[in-house]
T-cell receptor
Framework: ETGVTQSPTHLIKTRGQQVTLRCSSQ?????VSWYQQALGQGPQFIFQ???????GRGNFPPRFSGLQFPNYSSELNVNALELDDSALYLC????????????FGPGTRLTVL | AQTVTQSQPEMSVQEAETVTLSCTYD???????LFWYKQPPSRQMILVIR??????QNATENRFSVNFQKAAKSFSLKISDSQLGDTAMYFC???????????FGKGTKLTVNP
């Protein structure tokens, strides 16, 4: 069984640029959630995708957007990067039942200069 | 809205001893789930243990057990026979459903000393 994978591992961008982060869900999972973890903080929910549709969103501006593909992998896109977007971005996958658990990938460390 | 509070920013314990990490939460839901995740320096968030609110019995997973006090909205994690590999950040989290969005606390940094 393949776990959750994310790419790239690290990324450095400059303010105003755009970035795309990728996540492959665990085999058999159809739901992907994205979280932002600032340094020294707990993760904050960005949004969730279920069967290619957004299924809930946290308190993040519209410049944070996402996609889910038919194979349930997902992308997180961030436009007009700001310095405060520097964080660890975590992807978690699960099977959409009330009894399932979210399993996390290793994260992508984004640095905005 | 759900909130999760971890009041211990840092803790340390000697190898082979027992340590308890505290967590309190607030929710208006009757059905919810509680989790402890571990995040070692490698950054990957690893599930330690989960508890369904409708179950009265405290969850146990090998050396890890919880003390779930529903009325007090308290969910502490006990680690027995601490090992050096337990050194990590520990996050308490809640959700309205197992696959619903997780709300995390700020974490407790646990150091296990040899």
């Amino acid at each position: 069984e393949t776990g959750v994978t994310q790419s790239p591992t690290h990324l450095i961008k400059t303010r105003g640029q755009q970035v795309t982060l990728r996540c492959s869900s665990q085999s058999g999972h159809n739901t992907v959630s994205w979280y932002q973890q600032a340094l020294g903080q707990g993760p904050q929910f960005i949004f969730q995708y279920y069967r290619e549709e957004e299924n809930g969103r946290g308190n993040f501006p519209p410049r944070f957007s996402g996609l889910q593909f038919p194979n349930y992998s997902s992308e997180l896109n961030v436009n007009a990067l700001e310095l405060d977007d520097s964080a660890l971005y975590l992807c978690a996958s699960s099977f959409a039942t009330s009894t399932d658990t979210q399993y996390f990938g290793p994260g992508t460390r984004l640095t905005v200069l | 809205a759900q909130t999760v509070t971890q009041s211990q920013p840092e803790m340390s314990v000697q190898e082979a001893e027992t340590v308890t990490l505290s967590c309190t939460y607030d929710t208006s839901e009757n059905n919810y789930y509680l989790f402890w995740y571990k995040q070692p320096p490698s950054r990957q968030m690893i599930l330690v243990i989960r508890q369904e609110a409708y179950k009265q019995q405290n969850a146990t997973e090998n050396r890890f057990s919880v003390n779930f006090q529903k009325a007090a909205k308290s969910f502490s994690l006990k680690i027995s026979d601490s090992q050096l590999g337990d050194t990590a950040m520990y996050f308490c989290a809640s959700s309205q459903g197992g696959s619903e969005k997780l709300v995390f606390g700020k974490g407790t940094k646990l150091t296990v000393n040899p």
